[in-house]
């Protein structure tokens, strides 16, 4: 039996896509865990290129099931679109399945994604505006709708409406904006209930069976440790955990079952939206990191801020995840740099710190370490054997995996899915 949480370990956009696309060859199950729209995983296979907001990245093999977990918030419109470009596309989607314990994104999420951050002004979040943070809210607060609702269309009515009349509230006498029609949702969401009916079902027996039969289940993360609510730049955070411990809660499995969480790190690091990153690059050498990555938001299209690697961020996001291996991505994107740095400490009102702090004023006033490692200064995107990259390049990856605590298992050289150096198995 081999359950793999697939874990982005620093701010997202990791290239977890890529990682759960290649390893869901051997995989029968592929459950996404968190998140909501606001995930953009890109995976580039023979059947072409595909950005994916809802659907599991493992979706592209016929052998492979996909669930859509509870711990995932779902815009309809969102999903529909995404099924109906993969069957246009020529993918199979007739495996998928939705958890009826996943909660829906209401036009009102999205409606007060907005007015929220427009009302934050200067202090916004930079959220991606797709109404994730306000339906997790909901969750919490209790005043969520799940796709099972959807089922039963006279309970859903009845709930929306006393959802609703709550929201209308705050829209009016709060945003002063217009009050949203309970007959409109209601006819657009019973569309989308005739439309998703038949992926809606419990989710949990079927990922309980492939892992009582020893097969391969890939948990695959959305966004990444550093954007967890109890661990991130709190509050430049997402709204729903991206951690290993997020992967068992989100798809309903139990730790024990968990047997690999992978971490996927990028050579570097990037992130997007607001909030503190000490090793951003704001000159020439991080306009040259977002040029040769062509770091741009996946689901916002928003440049992504660069920098160098953050080895105590990696240390941390370890700690509070238990790596017991790293995909690491991106390697290629550095090809052309003479000399890299990687930040080993931080200095913290004149004080070396090894520790990434929990409070967001203090990450934001870190001032980072770097130790200068040579570049190699050659291409190594048609690389497939370890032993083949630049000496340069091991010594690097070698510092990376010392500072992490935990070995790359997976090398990453392009974006493509053979583009990929597997130096150890995972299972
Ligand atoms: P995710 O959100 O973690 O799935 O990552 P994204 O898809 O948002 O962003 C990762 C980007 O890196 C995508 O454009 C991938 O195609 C690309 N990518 C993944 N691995 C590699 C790699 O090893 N090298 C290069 N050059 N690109 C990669
Ligand atoms: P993947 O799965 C990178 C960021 C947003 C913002 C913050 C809160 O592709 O790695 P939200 O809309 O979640 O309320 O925004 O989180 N964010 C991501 N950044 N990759 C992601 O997902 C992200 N999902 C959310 O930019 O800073
Ligand atoms: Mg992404």
Redesign the pocket.
């Known amino acids: 039996m081999s359950v793999i949480a697939v874990v982005?370990a620093q701010?997202?956009?990791?290239g977890?896509?890529k990682i759960i696309d290649m390893l869901a060859e051997q995989a029968s199950l592929v459950v996404r865990y968190s998140?909501?729209d606001?995930?953009?995983?890109t995976v580039i296979n023979n059947q072409g290129e595909f950005k994916l907001h809802i659907v599991p990245s493992g979706v592209f093999y016929a052998h492979t099931t996909c669930i859509i977990g509870n711990g995932v918030v779902i815009n309809p419109t969102v999903l529909l679109g995404e099924m109906d470009e993969l069957k246009k596309r020529g993918v199979d989607i007739s495996r998928l399945y939705i958890s009826d314990r996943a909660h829906l994104i209401m036009p009102y999420h999205i409606l007060l994604?907005g007015l929220e951050e427009d009302a934050l002004g200067s202090k916004a979040?930079?959220?991606?505006?797709?109404g994730?943070?306000p339906a997790f809210t909901d969750k919490a607060a209790r005043l969520g709708i799940r796709m099972g609702d959807l089922l039963d269309k006279a309970g859903f009515k009845s709930r929306l409406e006393t959802v609703l009349t709550g929201k209308n509230q705050i829209l009016t006498k709060v945003y002063g904006v217009k009050p949203l029609s309970l007959k409109t949702i209601f006819d657009q969401y019973c569309e989308f209930a005739n439309r998703l009916s038949p992926y809606i079902c419990e989710t949990t027996s079927m990922l309980e069976k492939a892992a009582v039969n020893r097969e391969i289940v890939l948990l695959e993360?959305?966004?990444?440790v550093l954007?967890d609510p109890d661990f991130g730049t709190y509050p430049?955070?997402?709204?729903s955990s991206?951690m290993a411990a997020g992967a068992c809660l989100g798809a309903g499995i139990s730790p024990m079952r968990v047997k690999h969480v992978l971490a996927v790190f990028k050579a570097y690091c990037?992130?997007?939206?607001?909030?503190p990153m000490p090793t951003e690059l704001k000159d020439k050498t991080g306009d040259a990191i977002r040029q040769c990555g062509h770091e741009y938001?996946?689901?916002?299209g928003?440049p992504?801020r660069c920098g160098w690697f953050d080895g105590v961020a990696a240390a941390f996001s370890n700690r509070i995840n238990g790596y017991n291996g790293i995909a690491l991505t991106r390697l290629d994107v550095l090809d052309q740099f003479p000399e890299l740095k990687i930040c080993t400490a931080y200095k913290l009102d004149g004080k070396t710190i090894h520790e990434f702090p929990s409070s967001v004023a203090e990450v934001g006033r870190c001032q980072p370490i770097y130790e200068e490692m040579e570049g190699w200064m050659t291409d190594i995107s048609d690389i497939r054997q370890y032993a083949r990259l630049p000496a340069a390049a091991r010594r690097y990856i070698r510092r990376l995996e010392e500072l992490c605590g935990s070995p790359a298992k997976l090398v990453s050289v392009g974006p493509k899915r053979d583009e990929t150096i597997i130096r150890s198995s995972l299972v």
């Open positions: 982005g701010w997202g956009d990791e977890k896509g998140g909501g606001n995930a953009g995983h994604d979040l930079g959220t991606t505006r797709k994730v943070g993360g959305a966004q990444g954007l430049f955070t997402t709204s991206p990037t992130r997007v939206g607001s909030g938001g996946t689901t916002t928003r992504r």
